[in-house]
Protein backbone atom coordinates (compact mmCIF):
# COMPACT_ATOMS: atom_id res chain seq x y z
CA UNK A 1 0.00 0.00 0.00
CA UNK A 2 1.01 3.33 -0.84
CA UNK A 3 2.75 5.11 2.73
CA UNK A 4 5.45 6.85 1.60
CA UNK A 5 4.33 10.18 0.24
CA UNK A 6 5.39 13.17 2.03
CA UNK A 7 2.55 14.69 3.66
CA UNK A 8 1.72 18.18 2.62
CA UNK A 9 -0.69 20.67 3.68
CA UNK A 10 -2.37 22.93 0.85
CA UNK A 11 -4.25 24.85 3.76
CA UNK A 12 -1.30 25.31 6.55
CA UNK A 13 -0.98 29.22 5.99
CA UNK A 14 -4.95 29.18 6.12
CA UNK A 15 -5.12 29.93 9.40
CA UNK A 16 -8.27 32.16 11.60
CA UNK A 17 -5.97 35.59 11.04
CA UNK A 18 -6.26 34.69 7.59
CA UNK A 19 -9.85 33.92 7.42
CA UNK A 20 -11.08 37.10 8.83
CA UNK A 21 -8.71 39.34 6.64
CA UNK A 22 -10.17 37.06 3.49
CA UNK A 23 -13.43 38.16 5.20
CA UNK A 24 -12.78 41.53 5.52
CA UNK A 25 -11.17 42.35 2.71
CA UNK A 26 -14.15 42.27 1.03
CA UNK A 27 -15.85 44.96 3.07
CA UNK A 28 -17.58 42.96 6.28
CA UNK A 29 -16.03 43.76 9.74
CA UNK A 30 -15.67 40.21 11.23
CA UNK A 31 -16.33 39.94 15.23
CA UNK A 32 -13.63 37.36 15.69
CA UNK A 33 -15.72 34.22 15.79
CA UNK A 34 -15.54 31.39 13.39
CA UNK A 35 -16.41 28.04 13.69
CA UNK A 36 -15.44 24.78 10.86
CA UNK A 37 -18.19 23.35 8.50
CA UNK A 38 -17.93 19.79 7.50
CA UNK A 39 -15.47 19.68 4.57
CA UNK A 40 -12.58 18.03 3.40
CA UNK A 41 -12.02 18.72 -0.56
CA UNK A 42 -12.70 22.96 0.22
CA UNK A 43 -12.41 24.43 4.03
CA UNK A 44 -15.49 25.86 4.81
CA UNK A 45 -15.96 28.30 7.63
CA UNK A 46 -19.06 30.26 9.28
CA UNK A 47 -17.78 33.43 10.26
CA UNK A 48 -19.48 36.17 12.34
CA UNK A 49 -19.96 39.88 10.70
CA UNK A 50 -21.01 43.07 12.79
CA UNK A 51 -23.10 44.54 9.75
CA UNK A 52 -24.35 41.15 8.39
CA UNK A 53 -24.14 38.31 11.10
CA UNK A 54 -22.75 35.19 10.27
CA UNK A 55 -21.48 34.30 6.64
CA UNK A 56 -20.19 31.26 4.86
CA UNK A 57 -16.72 32.06 3.53
CA UNK A 58 -15.33 28.98 1.12
CA UNK A 59 -11.65 28.56 0.25
CA UNK A 60 -11.05 26.48 -2.22
CA UNK A 61 -8.72 23.92 -2.64
CA UNK A 62 -5.43 25.27 -4.45
CA UNK A 63 -4.86 24.26 -7.96
CA UNK A 64 -8.04 21.97 -8.34
CA UNK A 65 -10.21 23.97 -10.26
CA UNK A 66 -9.43 26.92 -12.87
CA UNK A 67 -10.66 30.48 -12.06
CA UNK A 68 -12.97 29.82 -15.28
CA UNK A 69 -14.20 26.86 -13.80
CA UNK A 70 -14.79 28.47 -10.82
CA UNK A 71 -16.40 31.30 -12.48
CA UNK A 72 -18.96 28.45 -14.64
CA UNK A 73 -19.95 27.24 -11.06
CA UNK A 74 -20.77 30.55 -9.90
CA UNK A 75 -22.77 31.69 -12.59
CA UNK A 76 -24.64 28.76 -12.67
CA UNK A 77 -26.12 29.39 -9.14
CA UNK A 78 -26.67 33.09 -10.00
CA UNK A 79 -28.76 31.76 -13.12
CA UNK A 80 -30.67 29.39 -10.60
CA UNK A 81 -31.41 32.03 -8.06
CA UNK A 82 -32.38 34.90 -10.26
CA UNK A 83 -35.24 32.88 -11.59
CA UNK A 84 -35.96 32.24 -7.13
CA UNK A 85 -34.64 28.28 -7.22
CA UNK A 86 -33.90 28.01 -3.89
CA UNK A 87 -29.77 27.36 -4.50
CA UNK A 88 -27.27 29.32 -2.34
CA UNK A 89 -25.45 31.40 -4.45
CA UNK A 90 -22.17 33.52 -3.46
CA UNK A 91 -22.40 36.73 -2.79
CA UNK A 92 -21.56 39.71 -5.14
CA UNK A 93 -19.13 41.92 -3.89
CA UNK A 94 -17.66 44.94 -6.05
CA UNK A 95 -19.08 43.10 -8.63
CA UNK A 96 -17.36 40.00 -8.35
CA UNK A 97 -17.76 36.73 -6.45
CA UNK A 98 -14.26 35.23 -6.71
CA UNK A 99 -12.34 36.62 -4.25
CA UNK A 100 -8.41 35.67 -3.36
CA UNK A 101 -6.22 36.60 -0.04
CA UNK A 102 -3.19 35.68 0.85
CA UNK A 103 -2.76 32.78 -1.88
CA UNK A 104 -5.89 31.55 -1.85
CA UNK A 105 -9.35 31.69 -3.61
CA UNK A 106 -12.59 31.93 -1.96
CA UNK A 107 -16.11 33.04 -1.73
CA UNK A 108 -18.47 33.95 0.63
CA UNK A 109 -22.09 32.76 0.96
CA UNK A 110 -25.40 33.66 3.18
CA UNK A 111 -25.90 31.55 5.75
CA UNK A 112 -28.59 29.12 5.38
CA UNK A 113 -29.89 26.75 7.84
CA UNK A 114 -31.91 23.44 7.57
CA UNK A 115 -32.26 20.04 8.25
CA UNK A 116 -31.52 16.66 6.53
CA UNK A 117 -34.85 15.90 3.99
CA UNK A 118 -36.40 12.79 4.68
CA UNK A 119 -35.77 11.30 1.53
CA UNK A 120 -38.20 8.23 2.25
CA UNK A 121 -41.42 10.46 2.93
CA UNK A 122 -42.96 10.57 -0.85
CA UNK A 123 -43.99 14.11 -0.70
CA UNK A 124 -40.51 15.31 -0.05
CA UNK A 125 -39.65 13.47 -2.99
CA UNK A 126 -41.93 15.39 -5.38
CA UNK A 127 -41.15 18.37 -4.00
CA UNK A 128 -37.80 17.80 -4.43
CA UNK A 129 -38.94 16.50 -8.19
CA UNK A 130 -40.33 19.77 -8.86
CA UNK A 131 -36.87 21.82 -7.73
CA UNK A 132 -34.40 19.37 -9.14
CA UNK A 133 -36.71 19.91 -12.91
CA UNK A 134 -36.46 23.45 -12.67
CA UNK A 135 -32.42 23.66 -11.82
CA UNK A 136 -32.58 21.03 -14.66
CA UNK A 137 -34.17 22.84 -17.45
CA UNK A 138 -32.08 26.20 -16.56
CA UNK A 139 -29.15 23.97 -17.17
CA UNK A 140 -29.95 22.94 -19.99
CA UNK A 141 -30.09 26.11 -21.80
CA UNK A 142 -26.20 26.47 -22.27
CA UNK A 143 -23.37 24.13 -22.08
CA UNK A 144 -20.20 23.90 -19.81
CA UNK A 145 -17.07 24.72 -21.00
CA UNK A 146 -14.87 24.52 -18.19
CA UNK A 147 -16.41 21.93 -16.37
CA UNK A 148 -16.06 18.20 -16.30
CA UNK A 149 -18.05 15.76 -18.36
CA UNK A 150 -18.90 12.75 -16.46
CA UNK A 151 -18.48 9.72 -18.48
CA UNK A 152 -16.63 6.44 -18.16
CA UNK A 153 -13.17 8.01 -18.68
CA UNK A 154 -12.97 11.00 -16.26
CA UNK A 155 -14.75 9.20 -13.61
CA UNK A 156 -13.77 6.20 -14.03
CA UNK A 157 -10.63 4.90 -15.85
CA UNK A 158 -8.92 7.77 -14.74
CA UNK A 159 -9.09 7.49 -11.58
CA UNK A 160 -8.55 3.86 -11.35
CA UNK A 161 -5.27 4.24 -13.12
CA UNK A 162 -3.89 6.86 -10.47
CA UNK A 163 -4.42 4.03 -7.61
CA UNK A 164 -2.96 1.49 -9.54
CA UNK A 165 0.37 3.80 -10.20
CA UNK A 166 0.31 5.00 -6.99
CA UNK A 167 0.54 1.77 -5.60
CA UNK A 168 -2.16 1.85 -3.15
CA UNK A 169 -3.57 -0.85 -2.76
CA UNK A 170 -1.92 -4.51 -1.44
CA UNK A 171 -0.01 -6.80 -3.93
CA UNK A 172 -2.33 -9.76 -2.82
CA UNK A 173 -5.30 -8.35 -3.74
CA UNK A 174 -3.83 -6.08 -6.92
CA UNK A 175 -5.05 -8.27 -9.47
CA UNK A 176 -8.48 -8.83 -8.36
CA UNK A 177 -9.19 -5.04 -8.11
CA UNK A 178 -7.67 -4.52 -11.32
CA UNK A 179 -9.93 -7.53 -12.33
CA UNK A 180 -13.14 -6.33 -11.27
CA UNK A 181 -12.89 -2.55 -12.19
CA UNK A 182 -11.91 -3.39 -15.66
CA UNK A 183 -14.60 -5.80 -15.76
CA UNK A 184 -17.31 -3.13 -14.11
CA UNK A 185 -16.05 -0.21 -16.43
CA UNK A 186 -16.78 -2.37 -19.63
CA UNK A 187 -20.40 -3.03 -18.16
CA UNK A 188 -20.80 0.38 -17.97
CA UNK A 189 -19.48 1.90 -21.07
CA UNK A 190 -22.42 -0.82 -22.67
CA UNK A 191 -24.70 0.67 -20.25
CA UNK A 192 -23.96 3.74 -21.79
CA UNK A 193 -24.74 2.50 -25.55
CA UNK A 194 -28.01 0.80 -24.56
CA UNK A 195 -29.11 4.21 -23.49
CA UNK A 196 -28.28 5.94 -26.63
CA UNK A 197 -27.43 9.41 -27.13
CA UNK A 198 -28.55 11.17 -23.88
CA UNK A 199 -28.48 14.55 -23.72
CA UNK A 200 -25.78 16.17 -21.10
CA UNK A 201 -26.61 18.88 -19.29
CA UNK A 202 -25.39 21.66 -16.36
CA UNK A 203 -26.25 19.00 -13.61
CA UNK A 204 -25.72 20.40 -9.99
CA UNK A 205 -23.48 16.51 -9.92
CA UNK A 206 -23.45 15.87 -6.08
CA UNK A 207 -27.78 16.12 -5.52
CA UNK A 208 -27.41 13.75 -2.00
CA UNK A 209 -29.03 14.40 0.84
CA UNK A 210 -26.52 16.24 2.69
CA UNK A 211 -26.44 18.99 0.10
CA UNK A 212 -30.02 19.66 0.96
CA UNK A 213 -31.13 21.88 3.27
CA UNK A 214 -34.68 21.39 4.05
CA UNK A 215 -36.90 23.82 5.86
CA UNK A 216 -40.75 24.18 6.34
CA UNK A 217 -40.87 25.93 2.90
CA UNK A 218 -38.83 23.51 1.56
CA UNK A 219 -35.38 22.22 -0.03
CA UNK A 220 -32.52 24.65 0.07
CA UNK A 221 -29.63 23.31 -2.59
CA UNK A 222 -25.76 24.04 -1.31
CA UNK A 223 -22.04 22.94 -2.70
CA UNK A 224 -22.45 23.25 -6.49
CA UNK A 225 -18.65 22.43 -6.06
CA UNK A 226 -18.76 19.48 -8.09
CA UNK A 227 -21.34 20.55 -10.85
CA UNK A 228 -20.78 19.16 -14.11
CA UNK A 229 -21.94 18.46 -17.31
CA UNK A 230 -24.02 15.09 -16.66
CA UNK A 231 -26.93 13.76 -18.20
CA UNK A 232 -30.03 15.06 -15.42
CA UNK A 233 -30.12 11.37 -13.65
CA UNK A 234 -27.06 11.98 -12.10
CA UNK A 235 -29.38 14.45 -9.65
CA UNK A 236 -31.98 12.01 -9.55
CA UNK A 237 -30.47 8.62 -8.65
CA UNK A 238 -29.02 10.03 -5.24
CA UNK A 239 -32.02 10.37 -4.54
CA UNK A 240 -33.39 6.54 -4.64
CA UNK A 241 -32.37 3.87 -2.45
CA UNK A 242 -33.11 0.60 -0.87
CA UNK A 243 -34.49 -2.31 -2.84
CA UNK A 244 -35.50 -2.47 -6.52
CA UNK A 245 -39.43 -2.40 -5.24
CA UNK A 246 -38.45 1.10 -2.83
CA UNK A 247 -36.91 2.68 -5.61
CA UNK A 248 -39.14 2.20 -8.06
CA UNK A 249 -41.99 3.77 -5.60
CA UNK A 250 -39.46 7.04 -4.76
CA UNK A 251 -39.14 7.05 -8.50
CA UNK A 252 -42.72 7.61 -9.22
CA UNK A 253 -43.17 10.01 -6.43
CA UNK A 254 -40.18 12.06 -7.29
CA UNK A 255 -41.23 11.85 -11.44
CA UNK A 256 -44.79 13.26 -10.49
CA UNK A 257 -43.01 16.66 -9.38
CA UNK A 258 -40.11 16.38 -12.17
CA UNK A 259 -42.85 16.11 -14.93
CA UNK A 260 -44.73 18.63 -14.20
CA UNK A 261 -41.46 20.94 -14.68
CA UNK A 262 -39.48 19.45 -17.64
CA UNK A 263 -39.27 16.84 -19.76
CA UNK A 264 -37.43 13.27 -18.75
CA UNK A 265 -36.25 10.40 -21.28
CA UNK A 266 -36.70 7.41 -19.72
CA UNK A 267 -33.65 6.03 -21.30
CA UNK A 268 -31.41 7.74 -19.06
CA UNK A 269 -32.30 4.87 -16.06
CA UNK A 270 -30.52 2.36 -17.64
CA UNK A 271 -27.38 4.48 -16.62
CA UNK A 272 -28.29 4.82 -12.50
CA UNK A 273 -26.20 1.85 -11.73
CA UNK A 274 -23.50 2.90 -14.06
CA UNK A 275 -23.52 6.41 -12.39
CA UNK A 276 -23.51 4.36 -9.11
CA UNK A 277 -20.44 2.15 -10.43
CA UNK A 278 -18.83 5.25 -11.71
CA UNK A 279 -18.69 6.78 -8.09
CA UNK A 280 -17.76 3.72 -5.86
CA UNK A 281 -14.66 3.97 -8.15
CA UNK A 282 -13.81 7.30 -8.20
CA UNK A 283 -14.72 7.74 -4.38
CA UNK A 284 -11.72 5.78 -4.00
CA UNK A 285 -9.23 7.97 -6.55
CA UNK A 286 -10.73 10.74 -4.59
CA UNK A 287 -9.17 9.33 -1.42
CA UNK A 288 -6.06 8.73 -3.00
CA UNK A 289 -5.44 11.83 -4.86
CA UNK A 290 -6.14 13.41 -1.63
CA UNK A 291 -3.80 11.24 1.12
CA UNK A 292 -0.99 13.38 0.78
CA UNK A 293 -3.49 16.45 2.64
CA UNK A 294 -2.76 15.26 6.06
CA UNK A 295 -6.58 16.02 7.16
CA UNK A 296 -7.50 12.61 5.06
CA UNK A 297 -5.94 10.23 6.91
CA UNK A 298 -7.25 11.59 10.50
CA UNK A 299 -10.98 11.81 8.59
CA UNK A 300 -10.83 8.60 6.38
CA UNK A 301 -8.73 6.41 8.57
CA UNK A 302 -10.01 3.09 7.05
CA UNK A 303 -8.98 3.94 3.61
CA UNK A 304 -5.56 2.29 2.58
CA UNK A 305 -5.59 -0.59 4.75
CA UNK A 306 -6.30 -4.57 3.74
CA UNK A 307 -9.98 -4.07 5.15
CA UNK A 308 -10.78 -1.45 3.02
CA UNK A 309 -9.74 -3.04 -0.35
CA UNK A 310 -11.21 -6.35 0.39
CA UNK A 311 -15.06 -4.04 0.89
CA UNK A 312 -14.27 -2.30 -2.45
CA UNK A 313 -13.54 -5.51 -4.18
CA UNK A 314 -17.21 -7.31 -3.09
CA UNK A 315 -18.92 -4.10 -3.65
CA UNK A 316 -17.99 -3.65 -7.01
CA UNK A 317 -18.39 -7.47 -7.83
CA UNK A 318 -21.64 -6.56 -6.40
CA UNK A 319 -22.54 -3.93 -8.75
CA UNK A 320 -21.28 -5.82 -11.70
CA UNK A 321 -24.11 -8.12 -11.03
CA UNK A 322 -26.47 -5.00 -10.71
CA UNK A 323 -25.54 -3.67 -14.20
CA UNK A 324 -26.94 -6.66 -15.36
CA UNK A 325 -30.30 -5.78 -14.19
CA UNK A 326 -33.18 -4.34 -15.97
CA UNK A 327 -33.65 -0.28 -15.46
CA UNK A 328 -35.92 0.71 -13.20
CA UNK A 329 -39.36 1.33 -14.57
CA UNK A 330 -41.64 4.57 -14.79
CA UNK A 331 -44.59 4.05 -13.55
Given at each position: ?????????????????????????????????????????????QVWTEEAGAIVAKFYRPSRWTDAAIHEEHSYALELAEREIPVVAPLVIGGRTLHEHAGFRFALYPRHGGRTPELGEPATLTQLGRFIARIHAVGALRPYRHRPRLDVE???????????ERDFVPADVREAYRSVVEDVLGRVTRCYERAGSVVDIRAHGD???????????????????DTCSAPAVQDIWLCLSGDRAEMTAQLAA????????????????????????????????????????????????FFNTQRYWQDHILALREQAAALDEPPLELQ
Open positions: MSTNHPAVAPYSALTPDAILDAVESCGYRADGRLSALASYENRVYTYGWTPFRFVLCHAGNILWTDDGPHFVDLDFMQGYRAFNDFDPAELVLIEALRTLRLVNYAGWLARRWDDPAFPCNFP
